[in-house]
């Protein structure tokens, strides 16, 4: 696959990735992100995104794009927002689990003694809160393995991050 601007394809290797054995790449333009499959473009949005992850299934390409502005992200689906924030960011990437598509994010929220680090998990684009116990410090990810929900915490008067399920250490 040629590279450069006149390709719209970049050199930079996190830009390029192997995906249900297709060639998936992504490119911003001044105004746009453009993601290539194998060469050919697929989808084209007005936004500039960095991509923290791509799912192929069957005929559509589903995006979990970072904001190059540095806050803020989108899940898209063939291009087309599922989930948007104008502020956070992406934990992990995005994958499937039980034929959904699935993926975690943190959003600061302000209070008033401080700003509060939220936790969210996302499948087939419903938006859920986890980490609500009182001894979760921080929430390094989130991820779900056959429906179940998993989340690599840090917790109060515990060195060790741990893994939390369904409210139970793992």
């Given amino acids: 696959v040629p590279v450069g601007d006149d390709y719209e394809v970049s050199s930079d290797p996190d830009m390029h990735r192997i ?8 490119y911003a333009t001044a105004s746009e992100t453009v993601v290539k499959m194998d060469g050919l473009e697929r989808l084209r949005y007005p936004a500039r995104e ?3 992850g791509v799912v192929v299934k069957e005929d559509d390409i589903y995006t979990l794009g970072q904001s190059r502005s540095g806050d803020g992200f989108s899940l898209r689906l063939n291009g087309e927002v ?4 104008a502020s956070g960011h992406v ?3 995005l994958y ?9 994010f943190a959003e600061k929220v302000a209070s008033a003694e401080e700003d509060i680090e ?5 499948c087939d684009g419903k938006v859920e809160q986890v980490g609500l116990r009182d001894d979760v410090q921080k929430i390094w990810d ?10 690599l915490a840090s917790l109060t008067g515990i060195k060790a991050p741990v893994i939390i399920c369904e409210d139970g250490l793992q």
């Fill in 50 to 52: 960095i991509m923290a």
């Fill in 19 to 26: 995906v249900s054995g297709h060639l998936i790449t992504d």
């Fill in 96 to 104: 499937e689990d039980n034929n959904a598509v699935c993926f975690a």
């Fill in 142 to 151: 989130v991820m779900a393995r056959n429906g179940r929900v998993f989340i």
């Fill in 118 to 122: 939220r936790y969210y998990h996302v």
């Fill in 82 to 85: 599922i989930v948007e924030r």
């Fill in 91 to 93: 934990l992990g990437s």
